[in-house]
């Protein structure tokens, strides 16, 4: 099925690829209040739109596989000190970990 969330990616990939234009119309209006509470409306076209949402999900998975490998390296670490010296070789251990980053 073509709505299922896990396909989201692969199709602003297949927007994306586009050229603006070959649509009829890539252009829709956005509204949106600025920091001082104005409002006001945007031109937005959606093939750039598409190509910011999977730039912006790429990025969130790179962070992911990023914070999902030091966390492996923290469990390792918490793990092979608590074996060796018990919880204040723990402690020590993370300390020197989070201190490398």
Known sequence: MLTKPEN???QLETL???KPSDIDNPEFEVAYEDGLGNEGLATVCCVGVAKEALDRINALEEQRT????I???LSQEIHEERRRTGLLG???GLNKVISKE
């Open 8 to 10: 989201l990616k692969y």
């Open 16 to 18: 994306a690829s586009y």
């Open 66 to 69: 990023n914070m999902m490998n």
């Open 71 to 73: 966390l492996t390296e």
């Open 90 to 92: 723990v402690i020590s």
